[in-house]
């Protein structure tokens, strides 16, 4: 059996945190001094949110291949062309799922970011986007053939329901960190994105995609 791969298009993944650790590899794509996009291999996450993204994923698929690409630098900021190229990046490496717990406005490099999710689309990787109830298009939740998760914290942890094509719900908390309070630790439509990427990946591998 083909082994599981899945991309995570955030802030990085820190490998050896304790609910990550297992097959993890990665890049970071970024703007250069020159103002061209660049890549190397220094993915590894300064703020923590990809990382956290990540521990939802593993703790489901303890075997599976994580990629990890990162497209945002220290101050959390980054550009449409970044993620555009994230996602390309991650198709390229073979990544039968993307996770994509970011959420841009919609004139904000919607031809860039929609041209990369099609493509991804066409090499035959599931997208999986984070997206806000509150009536904006954000991208790229909003684009065609993307998933889009809706946090929903009424649900039970696990819990996932589906709301239409390509629509699901799923509660947005992240693993519970020993010794770290609750209210200290991520939060948000990002977990509820990946816990529907693991949905959607447990039924794929069930069959019933």
Not at 27 to 33: A, D, F, N, T, V
Not at 174 to 188: H, I, K, M, T, V
Request: with cysteine; hydrophobic share 45%; charged share 20%.
């Amino acid at each position: 059996m083909a082994v599981l791969r899945i991309g995570i298009v955030d802030t990085g993944v820190n490998p050896w945190h304790s609910h990550v650790r297992g097959a993890v590899a990665g890049c970071r794509i970024r703007l250069g001094p020159s103002g061209k996009i660049e890549e190397d291999g220094e993915f590894h996450d300064a703020i923590g949110h990809g990382t956290a993204v990540a521990g939802v994923i593993r703790q489901s698929f303890p075997d599976a291949h994580l990629f990890a690409v990162r497209v945002f630098d220290m101050g959390r900021s980054t550009y449409p062309s970044l993620i555009g190229r994230g996602i390309l990046r991650a198709a390229a490496e073979g990544c039968a799922f993307i996770n994509l717990s970011i959420a841009i406005p919609p004139q904000a490099g919607a031809q860039v970011v929609g041209a990369a999710c099609a493509a991804a689309l066409a090499a035959g990787c599931t997208l999986v986007a984070a997206a806000r109830d509150d009536g904006q298009e954000w991208l790229p939740a909003s684009l065609p053939g993307v998933h889009a998760v809706t946090r929903d914290d009424a649900l039970a942890a696990g819990e996932v329901r589906t709301h239409g094509p390509l629509r699901l719900a799923a509660p947005g908390h992240p693993r519970d960190l020993q010794s770290f309070p609750d209210e200290a630790n991520f939060a948000g439509e990002s977990f509820a994105c990946a816990r529907g990427l693991v949905h959607l990946a447990r039924r794929h591998l069930s069959g019933l995609a």
